[in-house]
Every structure is written in structure tokens, then in C-alpha cells.
């Protein structure tokens, strides 16, 4: 699997598209170790982003990021310092020729410059092929430490995170970003290192040779200077909006062409106007990248044009100080031969504090998201939770997305370990985000979640979740082998472990008759399977991985009969012995709980049990109708919304 799909794979599924369709299908796992069975659709709504902590993109920063690799960046400083001094020979060589071997008529020493002038480019040669070597070793590992530690931060970023984030954007810093720098991290190391050397020996030999003449050259230097700010500024802005622009490109690509995406567009035929949207967009990088290319090479021509300035006026003064006597010709040779050396790397600094300038910006994207304060995260002395027995106890439980407006107000109930507890109510009423804290995806604003009496905020995340497992409406699968998504659970499970999971999720003998059986590719998040075997395989990874409490968000689809008995048998089994909260869709399901939730508005609104007496036709006719809430509840039963009995 390469990078790229390595990244979307892991990261474009938590992201949530503003088609509805698309986000219903989007899946997540928050942590490798983690629980979470698929994102349920309820978190798919606008969500706080955890706040970056944007810092001053500086110089300094970017060179932190070249801190572990000190002794490779020692070796290319002596290799380049070796280099420079080897190209400082030959205008040495030529005077020697000029001012001694010729005048002299010796064919000796003319032969002995001549060998010296094959055998420096050999050696600088050599030692170009070894630093070059060596500068990429930096680089890539450079690359390396920026793509992961970003990956680190998104992986501990709290679930509001991903349901705010644009689709396809994380993609797009992780790989477009990243790889925007990459030049300028290789110029960063070799350029700098290499020219500064260069400089800094050709003006010692140039002040060894005349230090009037060498006055005279470097008096042009601050010439090359005066454009740089400018036009640093401009390729900066033009940068940071490309990045934008090509951001909306990969958001654009990863909704219109994901499974969800591509029927939706041609359901309501969209296609033109979304071919005319792309066009937009990359005409539009088009001609930023022209302006930004133009810029650049205005600026090169302008220090190119420079050189030849100064290399004038030392022909000028050395001619006069030739025709004086105060010179030697083969002086003047190597003198200008010289200014080359000075005038190029100038130059090519120059151009790099440039690209520097421009890289900022992409800088700046990649580390607001290195910089950004996960939402959740173990406390510094949170323990290890150990097997846990499943009694779990919400205590006065508020929450809120956005300060001030509550989703959740002052929830308290009890589930003992093996009981389950059934959730109904309106929409937005707060069922998934009651759900979610169980496993922190959220953490209280007020109030506190318990499991086995200890608050889950004072545990260590991974070993919390490890015994949670979380199945949502729409199952996500991986584009990979039912195998894959079923280890994904549990890495180390053997065949046994993984057949017996899918024969309890009544899944196995299906499996069995696909012609690769349990290596078949289950497509784009699982579509080439039916919705209902999706379910069941995403009911036996919840099964493989063993928890201790069950998270469970009851599908609203309609699967043809057949298939729903096999899901619900499947469940049936999940739920055995396990805790369970599940926001109900089913009478049957809500008829079973141990305990019934209405939640309205953020609260519980009514709480009880079906009286095991009752059948589904006395609900029906009794518990269902609000206006029947008195009755019933002298019954030791409540009155269930109208809502949910359809
Ligand atoms: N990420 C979010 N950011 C801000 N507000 C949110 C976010 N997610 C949900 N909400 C809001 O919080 C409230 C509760 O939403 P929640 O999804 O928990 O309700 P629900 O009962 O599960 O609804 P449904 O049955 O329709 O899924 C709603 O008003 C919703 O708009």
C-alpha cells in the first residue's frame, strides 16, 4: 500500500463530507488500539475544532526539525568546506599556467596543471556523489519525522476534530503539504551548507589575492539584496493560496469520486457542474502557479544580471592595474574567474531565502496541525483500567459542542455490568453524544462517566477503550480483505478465533462461499457487499474483540427480512453477558432493555422498563400513545414518544 493511500485509508474516512449520503457512510477508528467499530452518523454534524495553538513560523523552527541529524549535517559541512576548498584550485592553476608555465616555456609544470585540472573535478566529483547521499538521507528523513509526528497529532485529536474537518484537506497537508517542503528542506541542508562555504572561502582568497579588488567586488553584494523581501512576500501569499486551492482540489476529488459521493452525482446528474467546479479549481492553481513561477524567474534574472555587473568593473580596475604594472594577467584571471564562485552562491542563497519565504506558508498549514491541543487526552497519571466488570454510571452528565449551549444537561443513570440500557428520543436530542462519552470521544463538561467506579478521565485511554466496542448504523469497512478489517480488531486473532467470531455473527458460512473466502476485497468502505453482511462482519470484529461494554446504534435501514433476523441473531449474540447502551430503533430491542432512556432536549425525560407482563400489543395500544404516559405508568410502564413506535 503506498503513502497516499495509506493516509486516505486512515484518515479521509473520520472525515465527514457535507453530503448527508457520503457521511452516513463514513466510518472511523479514532485509535488503532481503540474500539470504535465505525463512526455513527450523529457525530457527522458541525463540530468544534480543537483549537491551534498557531505559533510564529520561523527559521528556527524548521531548523528544529533537522535536530536529530547532527553528525549527517557535521559530515556535509567537511564534505562541502572539502569541495570548496578542491574548487578554489583551479584559478591557481590557470595563473600558474599563465603568469609561470607559459612564460617560463616549462612543459613540465604545464603538464603537471593539466593532470591537476582533470584530477580536481574527479575528486569533487567524488565527493558531490557522497554528500548527495547524504542530503537525502536528511531530507527524506526529515520528510519522515514531519508526515508522522502530524499523523501522531491527528490520531489524538478528539472526534470534533474530524467532524469539522473538510474532506480530503488532512489528505492533502499530510501528503500535498509535506511534499511542497521537501524542496526546500534539501536546498535548506544542501545549498545553505555548500554556498555559505563557497562565500565565505572565496572572499578569504579573493582578500589573499587584492584586497582592494576584493573591496570592489563584494562593495555590489547588497545589490542582490534589495528584491528579496519583496518578492518573498509575494510568492509567500501566492504559495499559501495554491496550498488552499489545491486543498479544495483533493476535498473535491475524495467526495465525487467515494462510493456514496459518485451515486449521489449521479443520482441528481450532477456531473457537468461538478466537472465544471473541478475546472474552476485547476485553472485557478494554474494561474497561481504561472504568477508564482514568473515572480521567481523575474527574480533570478534581476541577481543574474548582477554578476556580470561586477565582473565588469574588476576587468575594468584590473585591466588598469595590468596595464600600471601592479597585477600580473594570470591575477586578473583568477581574480575573475573567482567572482563567479562569489557572485553564483549569493545568488543561489538568495533565491533560497526566497523559496524559504515562499515554503512558509505550507510551513504554517503543516504546524497549525502539529500545534493542535488534542481535545482529549490521558491525564499524566492516568492508570492502566484493568478487566473491567461493565458497570457503567453516568453522574450528572453535562455536556456542550459550543460554550453555554447545552447538548446533554445533568444525565444520571445506572447500567450494572450485563444490563442493557435503551436510549430513545427526537432527534438531537443527545442519544449519540450520551453514547460517545462512555469511550471519551467527548468528555464532560460537567459531571462525570464511571466505569466499574472509576472516572474514565482518569485512566489511560487505550487500555479504556480496548474494552469497548462500538457498532454503529452504517458499518465501515476498510478497501481491504475481510480478514484485514476483522484483525483490525484484533491483531494477533488466529483463524479459529477469527471463524468463530463470524459463526456467532452468522456471517461465516457467507464468507465461506466467496470464491477467496476470508481474503476477498471487500471494496470502496466495504460497498461491495450488501448492507447486511456489512453489518454482520462488523458485528463479529466487535465479537473477536471480546468487550466488556457494548456501544450499539440500532439501524434505521430497512434489510429485507431475512437479512435483518440474521443481523439481530447476530447482535443477539454481541450483546450476550456484555453492558450494553443502545440507542434503540426497534420495539423489540426497546422491549428487551433492562432500563429505557427517553432523552429530550439533553435530558432524561422519562426512565423505566416494558412490565415484563405487557405484550407488544398492549404496547401498542398503551405504552405508545404520550397521552396514555399516567396510565401506564401506574402500570410500572411509560408512556415511549409516538416517534418510536413507527
Ligand atoms: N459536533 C457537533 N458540534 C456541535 N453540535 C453538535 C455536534 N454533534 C451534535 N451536535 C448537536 O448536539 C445535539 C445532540 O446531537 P446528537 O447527535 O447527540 O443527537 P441524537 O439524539 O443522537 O440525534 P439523531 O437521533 O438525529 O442522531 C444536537 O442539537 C446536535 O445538533
Redesign the pocket.
Known amino acids: 500500500m503506498d503513502f497516499k493511500t495509506y493516509i486516505s485509508d486512515h484518515v479521509d474516512y473520520y472525515l465527514v463530507g457535507p453530503l448527508v449520503t457520503l457521511a452516513r457512510e463514513t466510518g472511523v477508528n479514532a485509535v488503532r488500539n481503540g474500539f470504535v467499530e465505525g463512526v455513527?452518523?450523529?457525530?457527522?454534524?458541525?463540530?468544534?475544532v480543537a483549537k491551534a495553538n498557531l505559533k510564529d513560523v520561523s527559521l528556527p523552527r524548521i531548523l528544529k526539525l533537522f535536530r536529530g541529524y547532527k553528525s549527517q549535517l557535521a559530515a556535509i559541512l567537511l564534505l562541502a568546506l572539502l569541495a570548496a576548498v578542491i574548487g578554489l584550485i583551479p584559478p591557481l592553476v590557470m595563473r600558474e599556467i599563465i603568469d609561470k608555465a607559459i612564460p617560463q616555456g616549462s612543459m613540465r609544470l604545464l603538464t603537471e596543471m593539466a593532470m591537476l585540472m582533470i584530477a580536481l573535478p574527479v575528486a569533487s566529483g567524488v565527493l558531490g556523489v557522497w554528500q548527495n547521499h547524504l542530503n537525502t538521507k536528511v531530507t527524506q528523513g526529515v520528510m519522515r519525522d514531519l508526515g508522522q509526528s502530524l499523523f501522531r497529532n491527528l490520531q489524538r485529536q478528539s472526534?470534533?476534530f474530524f467532524?469539522?474537518a473538510k474532506s480530503g484537506e488532512i489528505v492533502q497537508r499530510l501528503t500535498g503539504d509535506v511534499q511542497a517542503v521537501q524542496n526546500v528542506v534539501t536546498s535548506l541542508v544542501v545549498s545553505s551548507i555548500t554556498q555559505i562555504v563557497i562565500v565565505a572561502t572565496t572572499i578569504g582568497i579573493l582578500f589573499a589575492l587584492d584586497w582592494k579588488l576584493a573591496i570592489l567586488s563584494v562593495l555590489i553584494l547588497p545589490l542582490f539584496v534589495l528584491p528579496v523581501r519583496k518578492v518573498s512576500k509575494v510568492r509567500k501569499q501566492l504559495r499559501v493560496e495554491t496550498q488552499k486551492v489545491r486543498a479544495d482540489i483533493a476535498s473535491q476529488l475524495s467526495e465525487s469520486f467515494g462510493v456514496s459521493g459518485a451515486l449521489l452525482t449521479r443520482i441528481f446528474g450532477r456531473e457537468r457542474h461538478q466537472e465544471a467546479e473541478y475546472r474552476t479549481m485547476v485553472q485557478k492553481v494554474m494561474d497561481l502557479e504561472l504568477r508564482l513561477n514568473l515572480v521567481g524567474r523575474w527574480f533570478g534574472m534581476a541577481t543574474n544580471t548582477l554578476g556580470p555587473l561586477g565582473t565588469a568593473i574588476i576587468y575594468m580596475y584590473g585591466g588598469y592595474s595590468v596595464i600600471t604594472g601592479s597585477m600580473t594577467l594570470g591575477g586578473i584571471v583568477a581574480f575573475a574567474a573567482y567572482l563567479g564562485r562569489l557572485y553564483m552562491p549569493v545568488g543561489t542563497l538568495l533565491n533560497l531565502h526566497v523559496e524559504v519565504a515562499t515554503a512558509l506558508g505550507v510551513f504554517q498549514r503543516i504546524f497549525e496541525y502539529e500545534d493542535m491541543v488534542p481535545g482529549v487526552l490521558d491525564r499524566p497519571d492516568a492508570r492502566q483500567l484493568g478487566l473491567v466488570r461493565g458497570h457503567v454510571a453516568y453522574k450528572q452528565v453535562s455536556f456542550a459542542?459550543?460554550p453555554g449551549?447545552y447538548?446533554?444537561r445533568g444525565v444520571t443513570f445506572d447500567a450494572q455490568p450485563g444490563e442493557m440500557v435503551a436510549?430513545v428520543?427526537?432527534?438531537?436530542?443527545?442519544?449519540?453524544?450520551?453514547i460517545?462519552m462512555i469511550a471519551r470521544l467527548y468528555d464532560p463538561t460537567e459531571g462525570a462517566v464511571e466505569v466499574d467506579g472509576v472516572d474514565v478521565r482518569d485512566v489511560q485511554l487505550a487500555s479504556l477503550r480496548s474494552q469497548i466496542a462500538y457498532v454503529t448504523q452504517e458499518s465501515f469497512l476498510f478497501h481491504a480483505t475481510i480478514r484485514e478489517n476483522l484483525l483490525f480488531a484484533k491483531e494477533d486473532a488466529s483463524q479459529e478465533e477469527m471463524e468463530a467470531a463470524c459463526r456467532q455473527a452468522y456471517i461465516h458460512d457467507f464468507i465461506m462461499s466467496l470464491p477467496e473466502g476470508y481474503d476477498t476485497t471487500v471494496g470502496e468502505r466495504g460497498h461491495r457487499l450488501s448492507g447486511g453482511e456489512r453489518q454482520r462482519i462488523a458485528i463479529a470484529r466487535a465479537i473477536l474483540k471480546r468487550p466488556r461494554i457494548l456501544i450499539l446504534?440500532e439501524a434505521t435501514s430497512h434489510l429485507d427480512s431475512e437479512s435483518e433476523s440474521y443481523v439481530q441473531a447476530a447482535l443477539e449474540e454481541l450483546m450476550q453477558g456484555r453492558t450494553t447502551l443502545v440507542?434503540a430503533h426497534r420495539l423489540s430491542t426497546v422491549l428487551a432493555a433492562d432500563h429505557i432512556l427517553v432523552?429530550e432536549a439533553?435530558s432524561i425525560a422519562e426512565r423505566g422498563r416494558i412490565a415484563s407482563s405487557w405484550r407488544w400489543e398492549d404496547c401498542m395500544r398503551g405504552c405508545i400513545k404520550r397521552s396514555s404516559r399516567k396510565q401506564t405508568k401506574a402500570n410500572g410502564c411509560f408512556g415511549i414518544p409516538t416517534a418510536y413506535a413507527r
Open positions: 455513527s452518523h450523529h457525530l457527522e454534524k458541525k463540530g468544534r472526534m470534533s467532524t469539522d459542542y459550543t449551549q447538548a446533554l436510549l428520543g427526537p432527534s438531537g436530542a443527545g442519544k449519540s453524544t450520551l460517545g446504534d440507542i432523552i439533553g
